[in-house]
C-alpha cells in the first residue's frame, strides 16, 4: 500500500555504518516485523514503538508493517534506532512527510509514554552520519549538548515522538513533556592530585616525567606503603592537554559507553584503574551480542593503572601484550569485527612478594624464596619486556622526610611544562615520519642513519645485551627512553650518560 524510508547509524566499535530503514505497509493480517540481523532489544522495539506512538496521538496503522533494516547482513543492536523505526512507519502511512523523514538521520530509545530517552554512543554516531554525507540529524533532548559537539551538522533536538512528528509535517498540537535526562556521571573536574605531594623517591619523579615526555609503560615494584599508587594517580596530570583529534576519540569512547560528556569535548587524559578480580573480555572489551570497550580502551590517550599486577589472572595481563604492540584492539565474532583504539600508557605496580617485606629493611619478609619467584613471575617475561621503565619504589625514611621538607619539590604544573617541550621537540624530529612521540618510534629508524648513536655513547647498552641483560626489544626500548631523557632536558641527542640512565630505569630495580 505504501512504503518509506529513513536513516539511522549502527555502530561496531567506534565505526558507524549508516543503516536504511525502511517501512512498508501491505493489506494483509495486522503485524509489525522487523527484518535485517536485529538483536533481542532491536527487535522488541514492535512493541515499544507502537505503544510510543499510540500514547503520542499518533498511533501506526493497523495493517501489516514490514520494517526493514539495510544492509542486511549488517548486524544491528540497541534501542537506538527506535526513532527511526516509528518515523518510517508514520511516513508510510503518510502521517508525516516522507521526504522529510528521509532527508534526516535519526537518533534514539523510546520510551512507552513516547518520550525519547538518552541513547549511548550519540557523539560516535553522529560523526559517522556526518562523515558519510548526512547533515541534518534528529537526536533526543537530552543528547543535544552531545550531538552539538560535532561542526557542520544541524541537530534537531526534540524530547517526544510527537514533536519528531510536528517537526515532520504531522498536523498535531505540541503538547509539553518532561525531559528525560541523562543518568550517565559527568567528566570528572581537573584533578588536585599534585606531584608536589611526594615526598622523596627523586627516581620515581623522573621516571614519571620521563614516561610522560615519551609515552612510556611504567612497572613499579617496592613494598606497601612506598608511595607506587600515589605516584601512579598523579601521571595524568603530567601528560599534556589532548589534541583535537585525540579529544575526539576519548569523548566518543566516554559517549559509547553511556557516560555523561557535559558541554564539552573532554580535553584531559583519561585514567583508568580497574580492580584485579577483571576479565579479559572487560579488560580489552568483548560480549556476546553488541561488543563494549574494555578499560583498555577507555583508557587510549590517557593512563591504564594496574595495582597490584601480580593479582590480576594471567590471561588479562598477556591480552595487553598486542595492544601494547599495535595500539588497537580488533574484536572479532563470527559475522562482525569491532575495532577501538588501544594508545594508552600503561602503569603497573607490584610488591615485591606476597606479604610484600621483602626489601622493605624495617620488617622481616616471611616468604621463601620459591614463593617470591613465583609471585612475580605472575607477570610474563615478554609483558615485562614491552616495558620501557621498571623501577624499584622503597619507603621514605624519617631522615628523608625531613631532608625533603625543607627542599624544594616540583609542582604538575611544573612538571607539565616540561614535558611539552620535551614533547615538541621529539614532534619536531620526528615530523617527516608517522610518528610524534619516542615511544612509537621503531628500534631499526633508532638504529639506523637517521638517529644512529655514536659506539661510545651505547657502550653499556651494548654490554648489557652481550651479557643477556637485555633482548633485542629491550635494547631499542632502552634507545627510546633515553631520547626522552634527552629532550626532557633540553639536550640535542643522547650521551652517555642519559643512556646509563635509562638502563638504569629499565633494569635497576632492587628485587
Given at each position: 500500500m505504501a512504503?518509506?524510508?529513513?536513516?539511522?547509524?549502527?555502530?561496531?566499535?567506534?565505526?558507524?555504518?549508516?543503516?536504511?530503514?525502511?517501512?512498508?505497509?501491505?493489506?494483509?493480517?495486522?503485524?509489525?516485523?522487523?527484518?535485517?540481523?536485529?538483536?533481542?532489544?532491536?527487535?522488541?522495539?514492535?512493541?515499544?514503538?507502537?505503544a510510543a506512538a499510540t500514547n503520542s496521538g499518533c498511533p501506526l496503522t493497523n495493517h501489516r508493517l514490514t520494517i526493514a533494516l539495510s544492509p542486511a547482513a549488517l548486524p544491528k543492536h540497541g534501542a537506538g534506532f527506535d526513532l527511526a523505526i516509528a518515523l518510517a512507519c508514520l511516513a508510510a502511512d503518510r502521517v508525516v512527510a516522507p521526504e522529510s523523514v528521509a532527508s534526516v538521520v535519526h537518533f534514539g530509545e523510546l520510551a512507552l509514554d513516547g518520550r525519547l530517552r538518552p541513547t549511548p554512543g550519540i557523539l560516535p554516531g553522529v560523526v559517522a552520519a556526518a562523515r558519510l554525507g548526512h547533515s541534518t540529524v534528529m537526536v533526543p533532548a537530552g543528547n543535544a549538548a552531545e550531538a552539538e559537539l560535532v561542526?557542520?551538522?544541524?541537530?534537531?533536538?526534540?524530547?517526544?515522538?510527537?514533536?519528531?512528528?510536528?517537526?515532520?509535517?504531522?498536523?498535531?498540537?505540541?503538547?509539553?513533556?518532561?525531559?528525560?535526562?541523562?543518568?550517565?556521571?559527568?567528566?570528572?573536574?581537573?584533578?588536585?592530585?599534585?606531584?608536589?605531594?611526594?615526598?622523596?623517591?627523586?627516581?620515581?619523579?623522573?621516571?614519571?616525567?620521563?614516561?610522560?615526555?615519551?609515552?612510556?609503560h611504567v612497572f613499579m615494584l617496592g613494598p606497601p606503603g612506598a608511595g607506587k599508587t600515589m605516584l601512579a594517580a598523579r601521571l595524568p596530570g603530567l601528560l599534556p592537554d589532548l589534541d583535537a583529534l585525540a579529544s575526539l576519540e576519548v569523548s566518543s569512547m566516554r559517549s559509547l559507553t553511556g557516560r555523561g560528556l557535559g558541554r564539552a569535548l573532554?580535553?584531559?587524559?583519561?585514567?583508568?584503574?580497574?580492580?584485579?578480580?577483571?576479565?579479559?573480555?572487560?579488560?580489552?572489551?568483548?560480549g556476546t551480542g553488541q561488543i563494549r570497550p574494555g578499560a583498555a580502551a577507555r583508557a587510549s590517550h590517557g593512563v591504564l593503572f594496574l595495582d597490584e599486577a601480580p593479582e590480576f589472572a594471567s590471561p588479562v595481563l598477556d591480552a595487553l601484550r598486542q595492544p601494547l604492540e599495535s595500539g588497537t584492539i580488533s574484536i572479532h565474532r563470527a559475522n562482525m569485527t569491532a575495532n577501538f583504539p588501544a594508545r594508552f600508557q600503561l602503569v603497573m605496580a607490584a610488591n615485591p612478594c606476597p606479604c610484600g617485606q621483602y626489601g622493605a629493611g624495617d620488617?622481616?619478609?616471611?616468604?621463601?624464596?620459591?614463593?617470591?619467584?613465583?609471585?612475580?613471575?605472575?607477570?610474563?617475561?615478554?609483558?615485562?619486556?614491552?616495558?620501557?621503565?621498571?623501577?624499584?619504589?622503597?619507603?621514605?625514611?624519617?631522615?628523608?622526610?625531613?631532608?625533603?621538607?625543607?627542599?624544594?619539590?616540583?609542582?604538575?604544573?611544573?612538571?607539565?611544562?616540561?614535558?611539552?617541550?620535551?614533547?615538541?621537540?621529539?614532534?619536531?624530529?620526528?615530523?617527516?615520519?608517522?610518528?610524534?612521540?619516542?615511544?612509537?618510534?621503531?628500534?631499526?629508524?633508532?638504529?639506523?642513519?637517521?638517529?644512529?648513536?655514536?659506539?661510545?655513547?651505547t657502550a653499556a647498552l651494548e654490554r648489557a645485551l652481550e651479557r643477556g641483560g637485555i633482548t633485542m626489544r629491550g635494547f631499542d626500548r632502552v634507545l627510546r627512553v633515553a631520547w626522552s631523557i634527552a629532550d626532557l632536558e633540553g639536550a640535542a641527542r643522547p650521551g652517555p650518560e642519559h643512556v646509563g640512565l635509562a638502563l638504569y630505569l629499565r633494569k635497576g630495580m632492587t628485587a
Open positions: 512504503l518509506a524510508r529513513t536513516h539511522a547509524v549502527a555502530l561496531l566499535g567506534l565505526t558507524g555504518a549508516m543503516v536504511e530503514v525502511e517501512a512498508d505497509i501491505s493489506a494483509q493480517l495486522p503485524a509489525m516485523n522487523i527484518i535485517g540481523l536485529p538483536d533481542a532489544a532491536l527487535s522488541q522495539a514492535t512493541q515499544r514503538v507502537r561542526p557542520g551538522v544541524r541537530v534537531i533536538a526534540v524530547a517526544s515522538l510527537r514533536d519528531a512528528a510536528i517537526w515532520h509535517g504531522a498536523p498535531l498540537q505540541p503538547r509539553e513533556v518532561d525531559v528525560i535526562l541523562p543518568q550517565g556521571d559527568t567528566p570528572d573536574e581537573a584533578t588536585s592530585l599534585d606531584l608536589v605531594d611526594v615526598i622523596g623517591n627523586d627516581d620515581a619523579i623522573l621516571a614519571l616525567q620521563v614516561a610522560a615526555s615519551g609515552g612510556h573532554i580535553t584531559r587524559p583519561p585514567l583508568e584503574a580497574p580492580h584485579h578480580t577483571i576479565t579479559a573480555a572487560a579488560m580489552v572489551g568483548g620488617l622481616e619478609c616471611a616468604c621463601p624464596p620459591n614463593a617470591r619467584r613465583r609471585y612475580l613471575a605472575r607477570i610474563s617475561g615478554p609483558l615485562l619486556d614491552r616495558i620501557d621503565i621498571q623501577l624499584g619504589v622503597t619507603r621514605i625514611t624519617a631522615a628523608q622526610l625531613r631532608v625533603a621538607a625543607d627542599s624544594a619539590r616540583i609542582t604538575s604544573d611544573q612538571a607539565r611544562a616540561r614535558v611539552v617541550d620535551a614533547r615538541a621537540a621529539a614532534a619536531e624530529r620526528l615530523r617527516h615520519t608517522p610518528w610524534a612521540l619516542n615511544s612509537q618510534v621503531p628500534g631499526p629508524w633508532l638504529r639506523g642513519p637517521q638517529a644512529k648513536l655514536e659506539p661510545a655513547t
